[in-house]
């Protein structure tokens, strides 16, 4: 995960930073603007959050922004490493940005890359040399070579283009007024400048918007089915934005109504309360508490300012992370029977801490329920759980994560609800069901079966 962003059209470049913020979410390590004037690149980039941006007083009128989400290389550390690691990247007359996770770039370079976002970009302005300079042909070129994900927006010949992978993965929309052309990841982006989105760039769709209004649109690769991310509507994206025309607040809702049928079946005596892990899972804790005619209370609040807990690298840090992440309203667990909601379970942290504390506070009952079915496989296209054994479910039966946990009951979503509280049929579940829609991604599971034990990425290691 990662966030995007072009502009075209004047803008001042603080409002540009100020756009960006709408896609901290995606992407909480650091974070880049570029823009052109006069056929020159010049770019500014921060670690964390867009906000500590640094920018000149000027107005250009094509700006690219990025916000890092390490699926490839480490956090950025300092400020000496936001060259390298952090987007968007400029190579001869070309400048690009991208959301997604290139699965084969180990075996396409020998070069030593540290984000495939740099890849991507020199290959475009290698391809776009030889090809005469035509941006169709060398993002076609482009497309045939790498396999994985990839949400493109990029500056070329002055004019913005966004590009999406044949399967369509990652979100990408865009939206325009007379003045002012909008691409980017989420659809807030739009709303709060003042646009409505016009539509999501199509799979497979290269899109180029030219200074005078002009927008051509090219095929450049189409596949029969495409694969949306379940997990942008289950916990990547803002629940005000909308992708493939599901707005991300409804299907959460709807996930949570599933959950409380599933919740009945199981027959257990009713919570006193239905509390969300905040704050994904809220609108999902609200449907539920509704369905089961019970109060959803938020006794769970988060430590707003502290940030970026999932991106640290190991198990120590995590559960050092984990603990500081949230406080409760101690005085209202006694003696309660609490059903907790939180979007997924993937390394079991999260859960286990909450549910230790709760009933360390005196709770007498804790059900921990997840609106994502079990992840037991790595995502290869930009979730970073990118190898198998760290995963919860991959390692344990379902009564064993519950006993692991320390819950007096587990619920998962089923599938068959997940789909249905999406509504798209085309969606990519492989980390749930380990059907991976790409070439690659395949020949990697393949490989990865007798290494179990090496450590790092299963994309970073096998070529
Ligand atoms: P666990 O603690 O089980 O390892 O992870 C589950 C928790 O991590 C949930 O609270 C969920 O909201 C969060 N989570 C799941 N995927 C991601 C991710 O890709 N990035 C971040 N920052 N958090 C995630
Ligand atoms: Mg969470």
Known sequence: MCGVLGILGKMDLPMARELLLLLAHRGQDAAGLLWESENIFTESKATGSPA????PNDSPSIILG????????????????????????????????????ITNMACQTE?????????????LAQYLKENDNQLQDAIGKLSSEVDGAFSIVGIHDSKLFAFRDARGF????????KDLTIIASESTVHAMAGLTIERDVYPGELLVFSKNGKLESFSISQNALHSHCFFEY??????????????????????????AHAFKKMNKEPPD???PVPDTSRPAAQALAETLGVPMREIILKNRYLGRTFIVRTQKERNAMAKRKYLYLTDKIENKTILVVDDSIVRGTTAKMIVHDLKELGASKVYFAATCPPQDHPCYYGIDISTGKELIA????????????????????????LVNAIGLKDLCLACLDGEYPTEHARFIQEQIQDDVESDGRDYERVV
């Open 52 to 55: 500590f941006i640094e920018l």
């Open 66 to 101: 990025s916000t890092r989400y390490p699926t490839i290389g480490k956090r950025v550390a300092n400020e000496e490493e936001l060259d390298i690691f952090v987007g968007p990247f400029q190579s001869e007359n070309v400048a690009l940005t991208h959301n997604g996770n």
């Open 111 to 123: 070069r030593e890359y540290f984000t495939d976002a740099q890849f991507l970009t020199d290959k």
């Open 170 to 177: 990652k979100p990408l929309v865009f939206g325009r007024s």
């Open 234 to 259: 289950v916990y990547f994206a803002h629940p005000a934005s909308t992708i493939e025309n599901q707005l991300v607040y409804d299907v959460r809702f709807r996930l949570g109504r599933a959950l």
């Open 273 to 275: 309360y239905v509390v």
């Open 394 to 417: 991959s390692n344990s039966r379902r009564e064993d994560i519950r006993k692991y946990i320390g819950a007096d009951a587990l619920i998962y979503q089923n599938m068959s609800d």
